[in-house]
């Protein structure tokens, strides 16, 4: 990268480059910010060709993608093995087969990959085929995450989803016929309009599928959507936190009723060889790597962003400047409450010796209240406390 004309956020990430421990897991996340058409709930950072116009293009993201990977592993050398990537959108499966593959092939060019390195895709239903699949098991994807969102035709309808509600189920069961022994179906749940009905005819479907991970999200009304718009209108209620609770429940129990038991308070996998070893990196503040147009990367303990919009993002590149926008060096304190947060949320619990002599009191006053329960050397959870996951994260840190 171009030294001249580093800016103290790029300084930053290299001071954190120098200063990485070679025993913390290396993961790289890769964004593609391409989109067929926006859904009404979405606020990630993604474009359909009509708003990026000749600005971008799955060309010019893909040279970029290359030129940023190239630098990581330079600035990262001597590069641990990659143990996880995950490429996620966007639409990572418009790319097709071939251009996946080709991403994979530029990671290889740059970094070694561990034996057992974990690979996920993002893909839409509508946007897969046997064919898809077949190519991403050849070129070594592990791990498929498919978004259903639900089985209900109203609800897709509501959340400008594309695919027919049996769309997912046959994606999934493609991409078992291709090889993957991991597959995860994700969902939304809460959205106005849904009943309990589809709620279950939804958990039916996704048992159906035979898959082995589940990850299921409330309904978030982000500021700037449309689907905010329509609700601040008066078009449709707001979700209720009351119903998001109940929905809540019915979808672990009869997760956990299957075989698929919370190791996240919102992901639910067939053991611990199903879980997202990817997702558990960020749950566990290892190192990631983010390439790509607004992705987020996180090294010993320096946090940034890159550009946002893909021309800005490809242009930096291009100029041999990294396409940091903002960088963080983190606190000590805020290592802190990120882990308390993070780690509070996993089935593997809040470490005791996380914690100081408040907090430690903190978290058994909310053991005596039936919200964690204490196991080996962690506070974990209760059913119950998973309903309240953030309070109870916000009383172990202030009381």
Same mark, same amino acid.
């Given at each position: 990268?171009?030294?001249? +004309? ?73 590069? %641990? ?24 092939? #530029? ?7 561990? &034996?057992?390195?974990?690979? +996920? ?5 509508? #946007? ?96 700037? +959507?449309?689907?905010?718009? %329509? ?15 109940? %929905? ?9 009723? &299957? ?11 067939r053991g611990d060889e199903s879980a997202c070893r990817h997702n558990i990196a960020y749950w566990h503040s290892h ?26 993002? #490809? ?19 805020? %290592? ?11 089935? #593997?619990?809040?470490?005791? &010796? ?46």
């Amino acid at each position: 990268m171009n030294v001249e +004309t580093a800016t103290p956020a790029d300084e930053m990430v290299a001071d954190a480059c120098r200063d990485v421990d070679a025993d913390v897991p290396l993961a790289l996340y890769l964004h593609v910010p391409f989109c067929a058409t926006r859904c009404g709930y979405c606020d990630f950072n993604t474009y359909t060709a009509g708003e990026l116009g000749s600005s971008s293009s799955p060309e010019s993201w893909q040279e970029a993608v290359a030129r940023e990977l190239g630098a990581a592993a330079q600035m990262l050398a001597p590069a %641990r093995p990659v143990s996880t990537i995950f490429v996620g959108g966007g639409t990572p499966s418009l790319l097709g087969g071939a251009g996946l593959t080709r991403l994979l092939d #530029s990671v290889r060019t740059d970094f070694e990959l561990a &034996d057992d390195v974990e690979i +996920t895709t993002e893909s839409n239903p509508e #946007s897969t085929s046997p064919e898809f699949f077949a190519d991403l098991r050849a070129a070594g994807f592990t791990r498929i995450s498919l978004g259903m969102q639900s089985a209900a035709e109203h609800v897709l309808r509501l959340l400008d989803r594309t695919h027919t509600p049996g769309r997912a189920v046959a994606a999934a069961r493609e991409a078992r016929a291709a090889g993957f022994d991991h597959v995860n179906l994700d969902l939304i749940y809460g959205t106005p309009g849904e009943t309990d009905a589809d709620l279950h005819a939804t958990v039916d479907a996704v048992l159906d599928a035979g898959v082995d991970h589940v990850s299921a999200y409330a309904l978030i009304v982000e500021d700037g +959507t449309a689907l905010a718009r %329509r609700i601040r209108r008066g078009e449709m209620p707001a979700p209720d936190d009351d119903v998001l609770a109940d %929905r809540y429940q019915i979808l672990d129990s009869r997760l956990r009723a &299957d075989g698929l038991d919370w190791y996240e308070v919102s992901n639910w996998a067939r053991g611990d060889e199903s879980a997202c070893r990817h997702n558990i990196a960020y749950w566990h503040s290892h190192d990631w790597w983010g390439i790509g147009p607004g992705a987020h990367s996180h090294v010993a303990g320096v946090r940034w962003l890159n550009a946002k919009h893909p021309a800005r993002y #490809s242009k930096s590149l291009a100029d041999g400047v990294l396409p940091v926008a903002s960088a963080e060096q983190l606190s000590s304190a805020d %290592r802190h409450l990120e882990a308390v947060m993070l780690t509070t949320r996993c089935r #593997s619990g809040l470490p005791r &010796d996380l914690l100081d002599e408040a907090e430690t009191a903190n978290a058994e006053r909310l053991c005596a209240d039936g919200l964690l329960t204490p196991t080996g050397g962690a506070y974990v959870l209760t059913d119950a406390g998973r309903l309240l996951a953030d309070g109870v994260i916000r009383r172990v840190l202030w009381g």
